[in-house]
Structures are given as structure tokens and as C-alpha cells.
């Protein structure tokens, strides 16, 4: 959830810190500060945004050329700057910064505190480098050692870097449940806990694993297992360019990665939906379709807008391939002892970042239960793409708000893809259905388009319904799973309270909240549900309620029943939630915005959850 940057070579470390630091920010942060070497130990940090760091550095300027930076989400101790990253050792020695939360820590305090040690913050971080300052003076051990022992006794989630007075040459890497990877370049390395800091200077990274830790010179590094046995491991190519986690000339990322969607689902299609040939190609699969073809049942894990996907995907899928799905919060999922059968069960889980802890736990239970884990995510590289037995990427390029939009299209667009795979290999999907669909899904990039085309109209909206306190969406089927995502994008962001009901279930409590002051959102395509779902309209209106309709193009008939009517491209009912959540996205964007909130940035949210 927290950011961290890390720098050692020729280049003052400061500027590049603090810029690292900003393309950190949209994972959710609360404080900042940096750690640099200059023959002295100088430490920086500061409550607030980035800017608030910068402006310390501005009147107290630090030289040097190794250091190290750190956005905080608050885990043990309120924001302050006391509790701001980096934290030292008593002795001033060294320092650390740490994403995850050390789960003893409280014990390692109370046998520090009986040895004399004192603590400025509430953190577990600090206590952590208070530890690493005991272990090393007990046992008379040089640093990477000591940080070495010190972990081994440690229990919880870390991604840690550390530097030293002592040995300024070396930047110490650790890693188990929260990621970090290195950054190799010409004389001189970097660290990140994503790539997004660094890509303007080198393409070259070396993803760490759990367990791993790494020490960092400039002109090279060497990567162990805390046990101390050496690891050889591979410098990946990145396939993405700095322009690419730019604004682009939008005042956002997130309208920009709204706006991307026709090309970034065309991507998650790109060579593997085939309509000229009315086959769907996915070679990540290759190997295991086979067994993804006669399992019995799939087990979908997910969190926040991913399980949202994951219900479209347990529709497509049910309907498609007649195959047998549960979706289930990973949250929940890694906690509740769940029945899975390595003979008949498939968990395929779906995560953005590829981090998210939950999810990631989620594939280590599958995989213990000897049951076959395939991944749906979008950061190539990342953990769940290294550690599932199979997968397919998606392709949406770099999802920098934290509001996700593009990467829940390309999910859907990706599970669509699935769902008619297996349909067409199970033989409930015929060669000319088949046929059919690739045809339909290969016109949705070109539809996503025709909808963002209509933003006027949503903006009008907003300026409307800005000021509601409520929201509720409402849909059916396979847009169902839109209104939660709708409800939820519109929480996220504005920080109005809304809920995501199926549309038939308003009459059994949600229509207590009805009136005049509710907004309330219909996904009304005509698909096989809609006279009911215009019956659900017309229950709504009769209250004196304020519905906002989204239907398919060329349906005229709910002008009367609605303030606002939003027209999305006629397609397959599989293929809707591709296109009517896009006025979702929107109708979100714009109320936060002209709510004055900080749509890229929301108030206690990170993008990639990485802690439990």
C-alpha cells in the first residue's frame, strides 16, 4: 500500500527521490520522508503530501548520493510526523523504511523497553530497527547480517529497505508478502516497490520474492534467501514507457484511464479474439485447458472491483460454458477453511496489481490444496503472475488511479474470453455462436468510444445530482454486478454513500429510502429481465424517487419514467457490463470533481492492498 524508493550511484539522491515519490502517490499515502547518506545520517520527513516533504528539502537541502524515500499508510500509530518514515536506530546509525505490518512487534517493544530501549513513535517500523540495532550489537555482526537475523525473528508482512553509516556503500533489500523489486542500470541501482519510480532510467528489474532479500551496490547486487543460501534470478525487460503513467494532458489519470478504455480492452483482445477465424486464442492457458476444461467447478477470488468482475465473470461463465462458479471474497476465502477438491476445482483469481495480499493468499491455499490457480492480472511481473500455475495478462498498460476503471473492463473483457473458450471446448457454445460472439466482442473497443462520446450529457448529470447524499443503483443478470461497481466507484471517489442492489430485491428493504432526495441509478437494458425491471422503475417513481436510466441504443421508452436517459451501443447481453459501466465511470468522475475531492488520491484508500 505504501510507496518506496530506493537510489545508489553517480546522481544526487534527493530530487530523485521525491520525484520517485510522486509517482508513488497514487498508491494511497498519508506522510513522506527520505533517508540519505552524506556522511552523516540525514533524515527528512513530513504529515502530508509529497509537496510538504519537498518543501522541508527546499529549506534544508540534503546532498548525497545514496538514500532512500517512503509514502506511509497508516498501520500502527496515527499520521504524524513522528510517525513518518524513515525510522533509525537508537544510535542514529542507520535507518529503514518498511510497507507491511511486523504482527509481534508488540513483543520484540516490551523486551526492548526492558533493555533500555525509548520510543518517539507508535510504529512497528520502529521497533523493527530498534531490533535489527539490538541483534547487531549483541552478536557484533555487520549490517546485512544483521537485518538478516533480525527478520528471521520477526513474523508478519515486510518490504523493508535500510541503509547504514557504517557500510555507505550498500542499500539492504528485504521482502516477504509486500513487494519491491530493483532496478539495474549503467553503475548505479535502484529500488521501488513498483517500477513507476525509476522507469525514465532504466527498463532493467529484478523482482524479489518473498523470503529474498538483496544487498544493493551500484555497480551490482547479490540476492539470498534470509536462511542466507544465494538465489540466482533473472533481469526482466519492462514492456512500458514513462508517457505511459504520464496525465497525457488530462487533469486526471483517472479520466485518462476512463477515457483509454477502447484501447485498452482492444488490448486484452489483441491476437487472442479471432473473429476472422471464430476462435479465441489464449496461450497462457495452453498447458491447462485440459484441466480448465473438465473441471466441475471454478472458484473465482477477487477483492473490491476484481470481485466485481468476478461476478460478471460467474455469469458469462455459468451461461456460456454451463460450468459451475462461486465467487468469493479472497478476504474471506483465505480464512474459512473452504472445500476444494484438486480433481474437480479450478481457482482462478484477479488482481490489478498482481500484490494484493489477500489474493495472493488465496492462490498459496489453492495450490496447498493441490487444486490448479490461474491468474488474471494486469502487472507483468508481479507475484500472482509468478507464483499461479497459469495465466493471462491483461494488457491495460499502468492503472495509476486509485479508482479502478480500465482494469475492470479488461478483466471482464478477458473473462468473456474464458467463458467462451471453455463454452466452445465443452461443447455448449456452437462453432456459429461462437462465431457470433468474437464477432460482437471485437466491436466493443469502437462502442466504449461512442459511449465516452456522450460525456456531455453525464456531466449534466452531475451538476444535477452533485450535492445527494445517497445514491442506489440497481440492475439485473449479468448487470447486476455493474451497479455494485457503479455504487462502488461513486463511494470512492466522492464520498457519497451509495449500494448496489439487484433491482428486484429494492422491495425488500432498500425501498424504505425512497424519495425525491435518492437518485437512483437503473441499468435497464432489454435483455431478458427489462419489463420487470421497468416495473422496478415505475415502483420508484410513484415514490417521487429520481431515476437515472442507462438502456441500449434506440429504446425511447423510458423518457417518462426517467430524469436522465444514457443510450450505450447495442450488443450481446454477455458483452453489457463492457459498455454500461462506462457512464458509471463517468457519472463518478465528474461528481467527485465538481465535489472538490481529490478523484486520483481518495482519503484512506490505496491502490494496491498489500496488507491485510
Same mark, same amino acid.
Given at each position: 500500500?505504501?510507496?518506496?524508493?530506493?537510489?545508489?550511484?553517480?546522481?544526487?539522491?534527493?530530487?530523485?527521490?521525491?520525484?520517485?515519490?510522486?509517482?508513488?502517490?497514487?498508491?494511497?499515502?498519508?506522510?513522506?520522508?527520505?533517508?540519505?547518506?552524506?556522511?552523516?545520517?540525514?533524515?527528512?520527513?513530513?504529515?502530508?503530501?509529497?509537496?510538504?516533504?519537498?518543501?522541508?528539502?527546499?529549506? @534544508?537541502?540534503?546532498?548525497?548520493?545514496?538514500?532512500?524515500?517512503?509514502?506511509?499508510?497508516?498501520?500502527?500509530?496515527?499520521?504524524?510526523?513522528?510517525?513518518?518514515?524513515?525510522?533509525?536506530?537508537?544510535?542514529?546509525?542507520?535507518?529503514?523504511?518498511?510497507?507491511?505490518?511486523?504482527?509481534?512487534?508488540?513483543?520484540?517493544?516490551?523486551?526492548?523497553?526492558?533493555?533500555?530501549?525509548?520510543?518517539?513513535?507508535?510504529?512497528?517500523?520502529?521497533?523493527?530497527?530498534?531490533?535489527?540495532?539490538?541483534?547487531?550489537?549483541?552478536?557484533?555482526?555487520?549490517?546485512?547480517?544483521?537485518?538478516?537475523?533480525?527478520?528471521?525473528?520477526?513474523?508478519?508482512?515486510?518490504?523493508?529497505?535500510?541503509?547504514?553509516?557504517?557500510?555507505?556503500?550498500?542499500?539492504?533489500?528485504?521482502?516477504?508478502?509486500?513487494?519491491?523489486?530493483?532496478?539495474?542500470?549503467?553503475?548505479?541501482?535502484?529500488?521501488?516497490?513498483?517500477?513507476?519510480?525509476?522507469?525514465?532510467?532504466?527498463?532493467?528489474?529484478?523482482?524479489?520474492?518473498?523470503?529474498?532479500?538483496?544487498?544493493?551496490?551500484?555497480?551490482?547486487?547479490?540476492?539470498?534467501?534470509?536462511?542466507?543460501?544465494?538465489?540466482?534470478?533473472?533481469?526482466?525487460?519492462?514492456?512500458?514507457?514513462?508517457?505511459?503513467?504520464?496525465?497525457?494532458?488530462?487533469?486526471?489519470?483517472?479520466?485518462?484511464?476512463?477515457?483509454?478504455?477502447?484501447?485498452?480492452?482492444?488490448?486484452?483482445?489483441?491476437?487472442?479474439?479471432?473473429?476472422?477465424?471464430?476462435?479465441?486464442?489464449?496461450?497462457?492457458?495452453?498447458?491447462?485447458?485440459?484441466?480448465?476444461?473438465?473441471?466441475?467447478?471454478?472458484?473465482?477470488?477477487?477483492?473490491?472491483?476484481?470481485?466485481?468482475?468476478?461476478?460478471?465473470?460467474?455469469?458469462?461463465?455459468?451461461?456460456?460454458? @454451463?460450468?459451475?462458479?462461486?465467487?468469493?471474497?479472497?478476504?474471506?476465502?483465505?480464512?474459512?477453511?473452504?472445500?476444494?477438491?484438486?480433481?474437480?476445482?479450478?481457482?482462478?483469481?484477479?488482481?490489478?496489481?498482481?500484490?494484493?495480499?489477500?489474493?495472493?493468499?488465496?492462490?498459496?491455499?489453492?495450490?496447498?490444496?493441490?487444486?490448479?490457480?490461474?491468474?488474471?492480472?494486469?502487472?507483468?511481473?508481479?507475484?500472482?503472475?509468478?507464483?499461479?500455475?497459469?495465466?493471462?495478462?491483461?494488457?491495460?498498460?499502468?492503472?495509476?488511479?486509485?479508482?479502478?476503471?480500465?482494469?475492470?473492463?479488461?478483466?471482464?473483457?478477458?473473462?468473456?474470453?474464458?467463458?467462451?473458450?471453455?463454452?466452445?471446448?465443452?461443447?455448449?457454445?456452437?462453432?456459429?455462436?461462437?462465431?457470433?460472439?468474437?464477432?460482437?466482442?471485437?466491436?466493443?473497443?469502437?462502442?466504449?468510444?461512442?459511449?465516452?462520446?456522450?460525456?456531455?450529457?453525464?456531466?449534466?448529470?452531475?451538476?444535477?445530482?452533485?450535492?445527494?447524499?445517497?445514491?442506489?443503483?440497481?440492475?439485473?443478470?449479468?448487470?447486476?454486478?455493474?451497479?455494485?461497481?457503479?455504487?462502488?466507484?461513486?463511494?470512492?471517489?466522492?464520498?457519497?454513500?451509495?449500494?448496489?442492489?439487484?433491482?428486484?430485491?429494492?422491495?425488500?428493504?432498500?425501498?424504505?429510502?425512497?424519495?425525491?432526495?435518492?437518485?437512483?441509478?437503473?441499468?435497464?437494458?432489454?435483455?431478458?429481465?427489462?419489463?420487470?425491471?421497468?416495473?422496478?422503475?415505475?415502483?420508484?417513481?410513484?415514490?417521487?424517487?429520481?431515476?437515472?436510466?442507462?438502456?441500449?441504443?434506440?429504446?425511447?421508452?423510458?423518457?417518462?419514467?426517467?430524469?436522465?436517459?444514457?443510450?450505450?451501443?447495442?450488443?450481446?447481453?454477455?458483452?453489457?457490463?463492457?459498455?454500461?459501466?462506462?457512464?458509471?465511470?463517468?457519472?463518478?468522475?465528474?461528481?467527485?470533481?465538481?465535489?472538490?475531492?481529490?478523484?486520483?488520491?481518495?482519503?484512506?484508500?490505496?491502490?494496491?492492498?498489500?496488507?491485510?
Amino acid at each position: 500500500m505504501c510507496g518506496i524508493v530506493g537510489y545508489i550511484g553517480p546522481r544526487q539522491a534527493s530530487d530523485l527521490l521525491v520525484s520517485g515519490l510522486r509517482r508513488l502517490e497514487y498508491r494511497g499515502y498519508d506522510s513522506a520522508g527520505v533517508a540519505i547518506l552524506n556522511g552523516s545520517l540525514q533524515v527528512r520527513k513530513k504529515e502530508g503530501k509529497v509537496d510538504e516533504l519537498a518543501k522541508l528539502l527546499d529549506g @534544508r537541502p540534503v546532498e548525497g548520493t545514496v538514500g532512500m524515500g517512503h509514502t506511509r499508510w497508516a498501520t500502527h500509530g496515527a499520521p504524524c510526523d513522528l510517525n513518518s518514515h524513515p525510522h533509525t536506530s537508537g544510535d542514529g546509525r542507520f535507518a529503514i523504511v518498511h510497507n507491511g505490518i511486523i504482527e509481534n512487534y508488540a513483543a520484540i517493544k516490551k523486551q526492548l523497553v526492558g533493555q533500555g530501549y525509548t520510543f518517539e513513535s507508535d510504529t512497528d517500523t520502529e521497533v523493527l530497527a530498534k531490533f535489527i540495532e539490538q541483534v547487531q550489537k549483541e552478536a557484533d555482526l555487520d549490517f546485512p547480517e544483521a537485518v538478516r537475523q533480525a527478520l528471521t525473528r520477526v513474523e508478519g508482512a515486510y518490504g523493508i529497505v535500510a541503509l547504514s553509516l557504517d557500510e555507505p556503500d550498500m542499500l539492504v533489500v528485504a521482502r516477504n508478502g509486500s513487494p519491491l523489486l530493483l532496478g539495474v542500470g549503467e553503475g548505479e541501482h535502484f529500488i521501488g516497490s513498483d517500477a513507476s519510480p525509476f522507469i525514465e532510467f532504466t527498463k532493467q528489474v529484478v523482482y524479489l520474492s518473498d523470503g529474498e532479500m538483496a544487498i544493493v551496490r551500484a555497480d551490482g547486487h547479490e540476492v539470498f534467501e534470509i536462511d542466507g543460501a544465494p538465489v540466482s534470478k533473472e533481469v526482466h525487460q519492462l514492456d512500458w514507457d514513462l508517457e505511459e503513467i504520464a496525465k497525457g494532458g488530462y487533469e486526471h489519470f483517472m479520466l485518462k484511464e476512463i477515457m483509454e478504455q477502447p484501447e485498452s480492452v482492444a488490448n486484452a483482445m489483441r491476437g487472442r479474439v479471432r473473429p476472422g477465424e471464430g476462435r479465441i486464442k489464449l496461450g497462457g492457458l495452453d498447458d491447462v485447458l485440459p484441466q480448465l476444461t473438465a473441471a466441475e467447478r471454478i472458484v473465482i477470488c477477487a477483492c473490491g472491483t476484481s470481485w466485481h468482475a468476478g461476478l460478471v465473470g460467474e455469469y458469462l461463465i455459468e451461461r456460456l460454458a @454451463r460450468l459451475n462458479v462461486e465467487v468469493e471474497y479472497a478476504s474471506e476465502f483465505r480464512y474459512r477453511n473452504p472445500v476444494l477438491d484438486p480433481d474437480r476445482d479450478v481457482v482462478i483469481v484477479i488482481s490489478q496489481s498482481g500484490e494484493t495480499a489477500d489474493t495472493l493468499a488465496a492462490v498459496r491455499q489453492a495450490q496447498a490444496a493441490g487444486v490448479l490457480a490461474i491468474g488474471l492480472v494486469n502487472a507483468v511481473g508481479s507475484t500472482i503472475a509468478r507464483e499461479t500455475d497459469a495465466g493471462v495478462y491483461l494488457h491495460a498498460g499502468p492503472e495509476i488511479g486509485v479508482a479502478s476503471t480500465k482494469a475492470f473492463t479488461a478483466q471482464v473483457a478477458v473473462l468473456a474470453q474464458i467463458a467462451l473458450l471453455l463454452g466452445h471446448e465443452r461443447g455448449t457454445l456452437t462453432d456459429e455462436a461462437l462465431q457470433e460472439h468474437t464477432e460482437a466482442l471485437a466491436k466493443i473497443p469502437g462502442q466504449i468510444q461512442t459511449v465516452l462520446d456522450d460525456d456531455d450529457l453525464i456531466q449534466r448529470m452531475a451538476r444535477d445530482y452533485r450535492y445527494a447524499s445517497n445514491f442506489l443503483y440497481l440492475g439485473r443478470g449479468v448487470n447486476f454486478p455493474v451497479a455494485l461497481e457503479g455504487a462502488l466507484k461513486l463511494k470512492e471517489i466522492s464520498y457519497i454513500h451509495a449500494e448496489g442492489y439487484p433491482a428486484a430485491e429494492m422491495k425488500h428493504g432498500p425501498i424504505a429510502l425512497i424519495d425525491q432526495f435518492m437518485p437512483v441509478v437503473f441499468i435497464a437494458t432489454r435483455e431478458a429481465t427489462y419489463d420487470k425491471v421497468v416495473s422496478n422503475i415505475e415502483e420508484v417513481a410513484a415514490r417521487g424517487g429520481t431515476v437515472i436510466a442507462i438502456t441500449d441504443a434506440g429504446n425511447d421508452g423510458l423518457g417518462d419514467l426517467a430524469e436522465y436517459v444514457v443510450q450505450v451501443p447495442k450488443t450481446l447481453d454477455a458483452f453489457e457490463p463492457l459498455l454500461t459501466v462506462v457512464p458509471l465511470q463517468l457519472l463518478s468522475y465528474h461528481i467527485a470533481v465538481m465535489r472538490g475531492c481529490n478523484v486520483d488520491q481518495p482519503r484512506n484508500l490505496a491502490k494496491s492492498v498489500t496488507v491485510e
